[in-house]
């Protein structure tokens, strides 16, 4: 029965793909929806494609195993939410618009008339850059979920979810993606209300919640089984155990009596069970163990450093590391203004009153949704107090507790949550090379395409340029070109996630903080500063961009061993970007005339919100 | 006062936030945690909205 249910909801996806595909012959149409998108789709499609499988597994999964102290991360993703909405969404509309605008990179050339097309280029490489690898992530837990939800093989998963996603976004283009967002979003949001309350329910938990949880051990222990046939890396020695769930193992350091010293392999979040790999220091960072004989058995253990009380909201943390923990989770809303996936509907919502009902809309999406989230993850804490993976909480509370028709209904919302993030992702960066690269990639300037000039011969590239000119100003050929990127780099993510190539997935730590700092500040200020400059969109997007890389891989851990304060990378790169953008703007201001341009462009969309 | 604007939401409200949850005790403290922020956001967005549309 939940197979049918969610074969259905396959089914409906694509036919609103299809039905999508009889619209947008146009690359306005096929990336924007020909800016008409209505308040649900536009409020519920952005929401959506922003939190992912994130929302639905990594939250519940932390609201379990931190309690109470989870609920700053709902915060700060609702802030993020009512920054977008309020400061960015009415401007970017507006603006987006008059400057014909299609994607970021797009509307920042158009904002400061780029036309070297450095900002664009700089653009397309940050976006290709932070989305490839996640559009490959999300296939990938796409194959895990229908792996976890359905026993379907992970790779088939990988093949099933990816095909779909391709398919309903390649022939529908944004119009598709937005429409199946908005049944994602439902769905997502159906589960994330029900299923709480059915767990409370069914755990006869009322008021007492937070007494309860306040009574609950915090540490948590479990078996945890790697099997035969598996991979596990090495990817950290630390001194103290690391209780945030991860990729791969982290080898902690014990000192033993004698004078030398042992290492105790640790998963995320899991101790190894005596003493098979203890004690060898031939383990390596970076090297790659199969499990070759048998199944390892880990001792899991979760322990919130200096937290007693599951119902506390500061989890017994204090001083500098209080905040920084609440700082950077608040730090996370920091990040959506520069999120092109989601800024997009904006740029395609029909009007200013479409912004305005579609704020009330996203915003109230998000209190059922994110606090839904903590408050499951906090039933299922105490419902399955011995969880293995707490990530785990949401396809098994529903697949026990839930009729199965609504369970086949919840369960879809996972695979839900990645593929509208997926689909959007694919969209955005096909968008990228489809017009940023190939229908602007063209030099006033020179008076050539950027591909045009790989000759000698400046007539021979002018004669190219003329040609491809041609050729391109057709809306029908560029549509296709669309079709094609969305294809071509969907099956290049396709590849990675089948392969799981691991290097591309090194992108994804930076994906959520490197984009938000590299277009966020430039964005924000764009809108509403007539005199950001040129100059200044362009030292903010590369300031944002090398601390967020410098701060994750470096000035992270110096500070916190320093100080004590372990701060979010997007926070302190979103700021440095802010003041770069700020300040080089007043050092190298553009020419008067383009101020002036600039300060009638926001003018004109000031009443727009 | 556009700089103010944004602050307001951005910082000042999360800030006071903060503070209020570490001073109240006990159960006061999960009360306003959970339920003041999100329901102050509410309030204010829906209020904002009715107050644009009668505007027109």
Redesign the interface.
Known sequence: MMITVFVAYLLVVLVVGVISARYGRSPEGYFLADRKLGAWVTAISATASSESGWLVIGLVGEAYIYG?KA??T??GV??GF??NW??VAPRLRAQSRRLDAVTIPDFLAARFRDQGNVIRFVGVLVVVAALMGYVAAQFTATGKAFQGAFGIPYQAGVLIGAAITILYTMVGGFRAVAWTDLVQGILMVFGLVILPLVTLADAGVGRDL?TRLGETEPRIEGVFEVTRGSRIEVIGVEETPVTLPGEGLILVRQDLDDGGHDFVVQGPAFVLDGRGLAGSSEIRVGSELRVAETTIAFTKVIEMEGGPDL????GGEVGLALLGW?IGL?GI?LGYPGQPQVVTRFMAASSAATI??G??IA??WG?LAL?GAILLGHAARLALPDLVDPEQAYPMLAAELLPPLVAGLVLAAIVSAMMSTADSQLLVVASAVARDLVEKGYSVRTGTWWFARITDDPDEARRRAERLGARLRSDRVLTWISRLSVVTLGLLALGVALGEVRAVFWFVLFAWSGLGAAFGPPVILSL?WSRTSWAGCLSGMVTGVVVTVWWKLSLKAVIANATGLSLYELVPAFGLSMLATWLVSLAVPDTAEEERAAAALIEAGEDA? | MTVLLFLIPTVIAPAALFLAAQAAPGPGRVTITYVTFPLLLLIWVVADHLRRSRRG
Not at chain 1, 311 to 314: I, L, T
């Open positions: 109470a609920v700053w709902a915060h609702l802030l009512v920054t309020v400061f937070f119902a506390d909201p500061f609440v608040f809303g305005r009902r704020r009330v915003i109230v209190v606090y509403y919100g």
